[in-house]
């Protein structure tokens, strides 16, 4: 199976399925099964500067009331989702509005036109959503009861979940 490695808590929030996207500097063709690794390396900048994400991502829903860092998981396959796209990142510039981040979806082409997806305040808290970059889609997160401990690897990488 195909396997990604992600930070924490960004993993995390994948797992919980408050996160629908993992934003990364480069495009991958690939569609279908993989598996959300959360990293060996903590991220404790994003602790500091985002804490509203961290205690969301360490709620009772996953993690059984321990507020803490290091009750997240690390080094360990802690769910499997569905890849279901990848889109390239873009701001929508209207005259005399807020420009809006998102993306044009290319496989929704309506009377000839793409299909333009606003990121939600939150979604844009849980990634870097600079112009340019992209946003993989996941559907149909399934968390691991038992997250299993692997070394991950850069990139996209191959895991024998066996």
């Given amino acids: 199976m195909k396997a990604i490695t992600i930070y924490q808590p960004y993993a995390s929030l994948i797992a919980v399925e408050a996160k629908k996207f993992e934003t990364r500097s480069w495009y991958t063709p690939y569609r279908g099964t993989i598996a959300i ?5 903590r991220d404790y900048e994003y602790k ?3 804490p509203e994400a961290f205690v ?18 690390h080094g360990a396959i802690i769910a499997t989702a569905v890849l279901v796209g990848c889109h390239k990142i873009d ?22 036109k793409m299909l333009w997806c606003e990121i939600s305040e939150q979604e844009q808290l849980f990634g870097d959503w600079s112009e340019g970059r992209y946003a993989w889609e996941f559907a149909n997160v399934q968390r691991k009861v038992s997250p299993t401990p692997v070394k991950g690897q850069q990139g996209i990488w191959n895991w024998d979940d066996r």
């Fill in 48 to 50: 500091m500067q985002y």
């Fill in 37 to 41: 690794h959360a990293a060996k390396k």
């Fill in 56 to 73: 969301y991502a360490v709620d009772d829903v996953f993690y059984e009331n321990q507020l803490a860092w290091d009750c997240l998981p």
């Fill in 91 to 112: 701001y929508r510039h209207i005259p005399n509005a807020p420009i809006k981040v998102g993306y044009w979806k290319d496989s929704s082409v309506i009377n000839g």
